[in-house]
């Protein structure tokens, strides 16, 4: 079993000079509406094998925050607990060692603080509620240690309820209901990628804060079962959450090559399902430049085995693949009609909403 940064592609780092601060933008990106505005990413990645490089370019195209995943959320039981304690310890040192470019975030004013360094602000969360076993103290446990987001279930059934590869989920269970209460009651956003469309809708409506969906798709334009209906995001939406959207080609079109523009369309029907109130961006992809080649896919059929499946594979748009992917999807969007408006929303000011009401 394999975690997401144990994932070894080829790529190449950043472009930006490395005799250059973090805060020094360079002369491609001077006038880059991303600079200026707000960009945070509900569920993205942030690696060790990052060079400065490349970190300086991420935040040279405007990246300001970014919520990262701890530990490989398939996983049970103590294993659970203790790859989420390594997690918390992993990143914290990352943190440490790279200060110059990233602050852990607890809460939302840390997301300015970044912003006025010239960092990158860290988030934690969990994609999976295993960690927390069957103890509700747990999540105060993690909550000291700044995880500031969980969610109720990755891809199978937990004790609080079911996931998206279930095909008769149990819906929100009794612990469920007693997890969703105590994440309310400690500050701990409660984010429902990955769940079942059952134990989706009873958190929702479970729940007393908002709610996210931090990385997921629309099921009404594609059939995946990582997507989401149109009446779980109107949900969403009337509980004051988020519906942050993937860019995760395999839950838009098995099109790869000129594909960007399906990825456009789901950030639309979201808004027109949703409000531009409550949608915005959870990238759940890499920084780096990829380039898969025929041994990586070897090693990665070898790790994944019945699961490696490679019409998924590149999981990338190709106009996406890199560090200054938001640049290009407000352009992108802005040349569809996307007023500057909603782009800001949609880029950050929806998510720093959240996040002030939820984490504080």
Not at 187 to 207: Q, V
Not at 241 to 251: D, E, S
């Amino acid at each position: 079993m394999i975690t997401r940064r144990q994932f070894t592609m080829v790529a190449t780092g950043g472009i930006a000079s490395a005799a250059a601060g973090p805060w020094l933008r360079s002369a491609v990106s001077a006038q880059s509406p991303t600079q200026k505005t707000l960009v945070l990413d509900a569920m993205g990645e942030v690696r060790d094998s990052y060079t400065d490089d490349l970190v300086r370019e991420m935040i040279d195209a405007g990246m300001n925050s970014i919520t990262v995943t701890l530990c490989d959320p398939k996983s049970f039981e103590q294993q659970a607990y203790d790859w989420a304690m390594d997690g918390v310890l992993e990143y914290d040192r990352l943190i440490a060692e790279k200060s110059s470019f990233y602050l852990k975030a607890t809460r939302v004013a840390d997301i300015a603080k970044a912003r006025e360094q010239g960092k990158i602000a860290i988030f934690y969360l969990f994609q999976n509620s295993t960690q927390f076993g069957r103890d509700l103290d747990a999540v105060d446990i993690f909550h000291g240690l700044g995880v500031r987001s969980s969610q109720i279930t990755y891809n199978w059934q937990n004790w609080a309820g079911a996931g998206c590869y279930e095909d008769n989920g149990s819906g929100l269970t009794r612990f469920g209901h007693e997890l969703v209460e105590k994440m309310n009651d400690t500050g701990m956003l409660i984010d429902l990628s990955h769940a079942h469309m059952r134990t989706m809708a009873d958190t929702i409506a479970a729940s007393r804060e908002p709610v996210i969906i931090s990385h997921t798709c629309c099921q009404a334009l594609y059939d995946h079962k990582r997507n989401t209906t149109d009446e779980n995001m109107r949900a969403v939406a009337a509980k004051g959450g988020l519906v942050g959207i993937t860019q995760m080609r395999p839950f838009m079109t098995r099109q790869i090559d000129n594909a960007v523009h399906f990825y456009y369309e789901h950030i639309e029907h979201a808004i027109k399902v949703a409000g531009i109130d409550h949608v915005c961006i959870g990238s759940d992809r890499d920084h780096r430049r990829l380039v898969l080649t025929e041994e990586y896919l070897a090693e990665l059929k070898r790790e994944e085995g019945e699961n490696f499946d490679r019409s998924h594979w590149p999981l990338y748009f190709e106009e996406l693949n890199g560090p200054r992917r938001m640049e290009t999807i407000w352009d992108g969007l802005s040349r569809r009609g996307m007023p500057q408006a909603h782009l800001e929303k949609l880029f950050g000011t929806n998510l720093h909403r959240l996040y002030a009401q939820v984490i504080g």
